[in-house]
């Protein structure tokens, strides 16, 4: 299942644009220096990636007809699911990761920095990978599906941080903390932007976004927010396997 699905995405010409992608962005970032170009390049995935990943993944995972057809074979639901989720991974894995080095060595990265580009953006694929996956396996239906996770890419990426930043001013006069610090943990990739700024030590400002995470969260180490950022996609992988064994087909 997962060659046959690694199959299906590489055979979408659209997934060249993960090739070039990260191309594209550094242009906009040479000569700048290493931490704002890595951090820079980062930031413009985090903008790009996610409706790319969405638009490619979508259709192939939330395919009543083809699922029907496909679970004729002597494999599990679950299993067959994930399997499905993980060809269309290593799929939009395969252009993604020269796109990267291409990036990197147009910015001049070190290898360090390289291959901080690299595990962020395998981090950030995963992690919409996984949206993909939980809405097909929720769904099924690929208009609604491919609808609810862009209104979810606006507003995780778009208007999030004016809305957290709207929250922390009202609740400042409020014992409830928890609740902001909740409404931080909620957007894994924004986190790991901020653990990533900060451990390079690129010389920009973190926003009030960056100040809010750090006010409540502490500082993040890079390591511990990739690792957030990847653990939120698997998460979102399994459940999305679990909810379609268990649901009707």
Do not use: C
Not at 173 to 190: I, K, R, T, V, Y
């Amino acid at each position: 299942m997962t060659l046959l699905f690694l199959r299906e995405v590489g055979r979408n010409p659209w997934g060249l644009g993960l090739l070039l992608l990260p191309a594209l962005l550094a242009l906009g970032f040479q000569g700048r220096g290493e931490g704002v170009g890595l951090v820079g390049l980062y930031s413009g995935l985090l903008l790009l990636l996610p409706p790319l990943a969405l638009a490619l993944a979508v259709p192939l995972l939330a395919s009543r007809e083809e699922w029907a057809f496909l679970l004729g074979l002597p494999l599990p639901p679950g299993k067959a699911f994930a399997e499905g989720v993980l060809g269309v991974f290593l799929g939009l894995g395969l252009p993604l990761l020269p796109g990267l080095l291409l990036g990197a060595g147009l910015l001049g990265l070190s290898p360090g920095s390289t291959l901080w580009l690299l595990l962020s953006g395998v981090g950030l694929l995963a992690f919409w990978v996984g949206v993909a996956a939980f809405l097909s396996a929720l769904l099924l239906e690929e208009r609604r599906a491919l609808g609810l996770g862009f209104g979810l890419f606006g507003l995780g990426n778009v208007l999030y941080g004016p809305l957290v930043v709207a929250l922390a001013v009202r609740l400042q006069d409020h014992p409830l903390e928890g609740l902001l610090s909740l409404a931080l943990l909620l957007n894994p990739q924004e986190i790991h932007r901020v653990a990533l700024l900060s451990g390079v030590k690129a010389p920009v400002l973190t926003g009030p976004l960056g100040y809010l995470v750090a006010e409540r969260l502490g500082a993040v180490a890079p390591l511990w927010g990739l690792a957030y950022l990847l653990a939120f996609g698997l998460l979102l992988t399994l459940l999305a396997a679990l909810v379609f064994a268990r649901r009707d087909r």
